[in-house]
Antibody, heavy 120, light 107 residues
Framework: QVTLKESGPALVKPTQTLTLTCTFSGFSLSTSAMCVSWIRQPPGKALEWLARIDWDDDKFYSTSLKTRLTISKDTSKNQVVLRMTNMDPVDTATYFC????????????WGQGTLVTVSS | DIQMTQSPSSLSASVGDRVTITCRASQTIRTYLNWYQQKSGKAPKLLIYAASSLQSGVPSRFSGSGSGTDFTLTISSLQPEDSATYYCQQTYSTPQFTFGPGTTVNI
């Protein structure tokens, strides 16, 4: 059974760095073609893909946010970590992690999401 | 980056109606198009992948079609539990996995 769960602070202050962890089970990120992405959704708005890390440690970032994002993985812990610097109130959103089982594939399993509010 | 548009942005329909949602890509994405259903407060759920393949466990009233730049999601007989927002997503221009703006279905 594949599961993913996001964890991290519910509240961060402007200019701070956000660190989110996706802990997953039921698959391994050392398996060929497996990938984990981060996606966010501001309240009442659409989904926005942020970053992806692949089984071979390739990393990809949203064009508009790449200067602020860092994604990494700890295969032994079944975790993927996303760091986003210089947080702003417009970054208030629910952050999801999701699995892709092959390079061009869909996001077939999602975490429940974690709401992050940016406010002083 | 490839841009995705959806129409309509929202619709109201009755139980038993046939509903069609359209998704358009700004350039060809072949059949690298997925559809997700998101209910309020929940994570998105994969319905259709590769434009027309039904995800395991998804009711057969959901279907997808299209290729290139134009795609449709059809619900053949709308059910009360189908009230949700539906998003298309392209995975052709990896890894900029663009989502559409969503279509809200009210019943």
């Amino acid at each position: 059974q594949v599961t993913l769960k996001e964890s991290g602070p519910a509240l961060v202050k402007p200019t701070q760095t956000l660190t989110l962890t996706c802990t997953f089970s039921g698959f391994s990120l050392s398996t060929s073609a497996m990938c984990v992405s981060w996606i966010r959704q501001p309240p009442g708005k659409a989904l926005e893909w942020l970053a992806r890390i692949d089984w071979d440690d390739d990393k990809f970032y949203s064009t508009s946010l790449k200067t602020r994002l860092t994604i990494s993985k700890d295969t032994s812990k079944n975790q993927v970590v996303l760091r986003m610097t210089n947080m702003d109130p417009v970054d208030t959103a629910t952050y999801f992690c999701a699995r892709t089982a092959y390079t061009f594939g869909p996001f077939d399993y999602w975490g429940q999401g974690t709401l992050v509010t940016v406010s002083s | 980056d490839i841009q995705m548009t959806q129409s309509p942005s929202s619709l109201s329909a009755s139980v038993g109606d046939r509903v069609t949602i359209t998704c358009r890509a700004s350039q060809t994405i072949r059949t690298y198009l997925n559809w997700y259903q998101q209910k309020s407060g929940k994570a998105p759920k994969l319905l259709i992948y590769a434009a027309s393949s039904l995800q395991s466990g998804v009711p057969s009233r959901f279907s997808g079609s299209g290729s290139g730049t134009d795609f449709t999601l059809t619900i053949s007989s709308l059910q009360p539990e189908d009230s949700a927002t539906y998003y298309c997503q392209q995975t052709y221009s990896t890894p900029q996995f663009t989502f559409g703006p969503g279509t809200t279905v009210n019943i």
